[in-house]
């Protein structure tokens, strides 16, 4: 499985990685931001190799690609928000309509490594050259 690195953190949810078309990446394309290399599990039984626990930092999806870069953001989720829009004009009684919001996942980057430029958990924080693993 090919392996990229964070080139850059854009902010808290956009990071560039190192690599673009000319890797075959595609729009929409998932990937894990890893950390640490960890241990590897094995088989009681057989011995055999069941993989290795890697710090499993967050998730991407390709947004922008050019031909050697790729600007990602976090997922994005809906959420429910109450807001006091409506006023009643005779009895002074205030209705609660709701109202669909959208955001962008918080990444746990490290902030001193946020520079901008494109339009600064339990985990450790992303830093420029984690490891970002494409998902199938």
Do not use: C, W
Not at 31 to 49: A, L, M
Not at 81 to 96: E, K, R, W
Not at 116 to 125: E, L, R, T
Request: glycine fraction near 10%.
């Amino acid at each position: 499985m090919p392996e990229y690195k964070i080139a850059k953190i854009i902010d808290d949810h956009t990071i560039v990685i190192n690599a673009g078309e000319n890797k075959g990446i595609k729009e929409n394309q998932k990937f894990q931001i890893i950390g640490k290399k960890g241990k590897e599990v094995k088989d009681p039984d057989t011995g055999e190799s069941l993989g290795r626990l890697d710090e499993l930092k967050g998730y991407v999806f390709a947004t922008t690609i050019y031909p050697n870069m790729t600007i990602a953001t976090s997922p994005a989720r809906s959420a429910m928000g109450l807001t006091n829009s409506i006023a009643g004009l005779t009895t002074g009684m205030t209705f609660q309509n709701p109202l669909l919001t959208s955001y962008h996942e918080t990444l746990n980057v490290d902030p001193s490594q946020i520079t901008g430029g494109f339009s600064p958990k339990g985990a450790s924080p992303i830093v420029v050259g984690d490891i970002v693993i494409p998902i199938n």
